[in-house]
Nanobody
Framework: QVQLVESGGGLVQPGGSLRLSCAAS????????MGWVRQAPGKGPEWVSA????????RYADSVKGRFTISRDNAKNTLYLQMNSLKPDDTALYYC????????????RGQGTQVTVSS
């Protein structure tokens, strides 16, 4: 079965950095577009970023463009999200998402990893 396991979240000060990882199994990772979605307390899900199968093309929400970088290692079946210049508004539960192409809705998500940006 499809499994997506996120890690790397934590508490960081404004301006700091974190790198999230997502270990994927149960499907052909290298043939699948992948993405990240986040959900802040009391708010709906927000699509953050996505990457194509080979990693040559990426897309970002305007709110994170220039600060976050999505990447993947198909040999390790792992998706990453490098987050720099973090702001308190980035505080959320971050989910790895399996996407059908560039469709942001996704069909599977992991359990999420918490990112808290606070001084």
């Amino acid at each position: 079965q499809v499994q997506l396991v996120e890690s790397g979240g934590g508490l960081v000060q404004p301006g700091g950095s974190l790198r999230l990882s997502c270990a994927a199994s149960g499907f052909r990772f290298s043939s699948t577009y992948m993405g990240w979605v986040r959900q802040a307390p009391g708010k709906g899900p927000e699509w953050v970023s996505a990457i194509n199968t080979g990693g040559s093309s990426t897309r970002y929400a305007d709110s994170v463009k220039g600060r976050f970088t999505i990447s993947r290692d198909n040999a390790k079946n792992t998706l990453y999200l490098q987050m720099n210049s973090l702001k308190p508004d980035d505080t959320a539960l971050y989910y790895c998402s399996r996407q059908a192409g560039w469709d942001q809705r996704g069909d599977y998500r992991g359990q999420g990893t918490q990112v808290t940006v606070s001084s």
